[in-house]
């Protein structure tokens, strides 16, 4: 047995390295089918092996993820047509001349006709006329539209793939590989659509087959073998159907396999294909209502009277079952969708299989906290979220929330990327007092916040000792950090794929205009401009200024952050809407001693304009930005200085001073209302220049 199997493997390989040789042989082995006489028991393995064949097509059909993945099937079907029809001929032949075509056909007319010739002719002509009107009529016509649409829709596809390598999405290797997957399916569809015609023509030589089988059948019987009417037409037709049979059921597998590539739409998501059982599986049980509404019908049906109460009833109880089953699963997938995750158990008793390869914004609690507590910060901290997203135009992720053991009671973190970007103190106990309100008096209940909370300024008290103190509660604190955390950490969401995104809309809205700035501007230049905006807290929502700004000035600038403040300049009356108040635009100015200061310290590199301070000048500014903009101001002021200052003084004040916006004279029209609210002054005893370096 073992050299048995071991001489098949051989033969297997050898056939599998000279693949053409066995495909060559196989298309010769049809043409000798035709017209030389094969034995009976040859016969029989062959019709075997072609109900083999169509089983085994219909099966990889369906386990395609998408129907480029056989790109041979026209030729394929080809062959399988050949095949198919040469032992039409040679069953055919067998029947003609001997009367006998093997046990296949026979036991298949036997089993067919069971002792009816009428009931067996019905059948096969009932099964022929499904395969030939509808299922192969069907996929034609697929075929045909199919093909028409993937050649309408290439040179859109060439010219998406060209503008994504212009933006330096994709790379070359992969441009070329798109565009040969592009010129495959255009090839496979237009083969299909000619290929049906072989299916068609199937179906149509088998009912002319029959019919030469049946006639010729009786008339030699009859008049060369001496049989009587009877006898020829029971051989005869028992003979003929199943040889029609054994021709029509392989015919109909092929049909339908046709029908499910050419129908088949690839449904891919994170990367993973799904097969067509997969989808249609998930795609009927994603609605559990229609089951349920389905089982009512049924329900009704029964009431009908003279219906089968019991069989209704039946499958009432099951729909009803698998959509009350399905409702149940979809409130995991819920919750999970809502992003609610418990961090993974580190103690060794088991292998973590699984991993998030994207944790973008995570929100951290302890599995001790109250729960109510935390949805209702979760919901609050996501309408700041949505409110930046809808004011600023930023591309924000999801929220993923997480509890976590190593976490103190009462800590809250927000991370980006596992990075903790915000920790804050969360209780329902205590509520914060500004350090200040104590006038340097010892509270003994009063907890000081820590520092590595950020929390230096604040002072913890039970919440029933607050008196008439300005008190802050926790929730309040952690939803005005979390938004200017969410407005510092935006502009690295603004990335390529962002950037394609928004350069995809204007292509949609004003095309011309997407060209353009395609032509003069890359992709990266624009996401830089874009990231530099979003920093300052600049709405991106004017898209168009944005893009008709930069293609005025890019093409004589390289410097993305004087392609802001162009931009800037630009969106003036976005800028001046969005900080001014009731009163008018509340600004800050410096002296012109303090801005001759800070133009003595600017320094300019071949990549940025930035500052080299003095100490003492440094400090002095620090404490005059305290003063002038507290983190929990009444109203919004801005800072307000000359052109050549705002983009570096911006950058220094970036970590720190995030909330503070840095404004220049240019970006504020003449009808603008301005209110002054002082002006920074940084001469105080300063030392010389020379031997300072920045702070």
Known sequence: MNQIINFLNMVALSAMRRS???GAFFVIAIVFMMITPLPTGLVDVLIAVNICISCLLIML???????????????????TTMFRL??????????????????????????????NLAVGLVIFLILT????????????????????????????????????????????????????????????????????????????????????NMIGGISIGV?????????????????????????????????????????????????????????????????????????????????????????????????????????????????????????????GKEDLRTFSPSRQFVLQFHPGQNSALVDALVSEIRQRRNRLVVQFGLTLPSFIIEYVDHLQPDEFRFTVYDVPMLKATFTQTHVAVDVRQFNGED???AISGTTDRQEDQWVWLPAEQGGELATVSSMTLITERMERALQSCGPQFIGLQETKAILGWLESEQPELAQEMQRVLTLTRFSAVLQRLASECVPLRAIRVIAETLIEHCQHERDTNVLTDYVRIALKSQIYHQYCGADGLQVWLLTPESE??????????????????????????????????????????????????????????????????????????????VRVMGRFDLEDDLEPMDNEHAA
């Open 129 to 212: 006329v499904v395969n030939f009107l509808v299922i192969t009529k069907g996929s034609e016509r697929v075929a045909e539209v199919g093909a028409r649409f993937t050649l309408d829709a290439m040179p859109g596809k060439q010219m998406s793939i060209d503008s994504d390598l212009r933006a330096n999405l994709i790379s070359v290797y992969e441009a070329r590989n798109r565009r040969s997957e592009l010129n495959k399916e255009s090839q496979l569809f237009g083969a299909m659509d000619g290929a049906m015609k072989f299916v068609n023509g199937d179906a149509i030589a088998s009912l002319i087959i029959v019919a030469i």
């Open 596 to 673: 001759g200061l800070l133009r003595d310290g600017l320094r300019q590199t071949q990549t940025e304009t930035f500052f080299a301070l003095s100490n003492e000048i440094s400090q002095m500014l620090v404490q005059q930005l305290h003063i002038a903009f507290p983190l929990r101001a009444p109203e919004q002021a801005v800072l307000l200085v000359a052109q050549d200052l705002r983009s570096p003084l911006r950058t220094l004040l970036r970590e720190e001073f995030y909330h503070v916006p840095v404004l220049s004279f240019a970006e504020i029209s003449n009808a603008a209302k």
């Open 223 to 347: 008049v060369q073998h001496g049989m009587t009417a009877g006898d020829a037409l029971q051989l005869y037709t028992v003979l003929t159907i199943g040889d029609g049979l054994i021709a029509q059921i392989p015919a109909l597998l092929i049909s339908v396999t046709c029908g499910m590539i050419i129908t088949r739409v690839p449904n891919t998501e994170a990367g993973v294909e799904a097969n067509i059982g997969r989808e249609i599986a998930e795609q009927i049980t994603s609605q559990p209502k229609a089951w349920i509404i389905a089982a009512v019908a049924m329900l009704g049906f029964a009431a009908l009277p003279g219906m089968p109460t019991g069989v209704f009833i039946t499958i009432a109880i099951i729909c009803g079952a698998g959509g009350m089953l399905q409702l149940q699963r979809a409130k995991p997938k819920a919750e999970e969708q809502g992003a609610v995750a418990v961090a993974p158990e580190m103690n």
């Open 86 to 115: 040469a032992l039409s001929i040679s069953t055919t032949r067998l029947i003609l001349l001997n009367q006998d075509a093997g046990h296949i056909v026979e036991a298949f007319g036997q089993f067919v006709v069971g002792g």
């Open 20 to 22: 053409e040789v066995v």
């Open 61 to 79: 059909a369906m386990h395609l993820p998408r129907p480029l993945a056989f790109s041979t099937f026209p030729a394929v079907l080809l062959l």
């Open 443 to 445: 509270v003994p209940t």
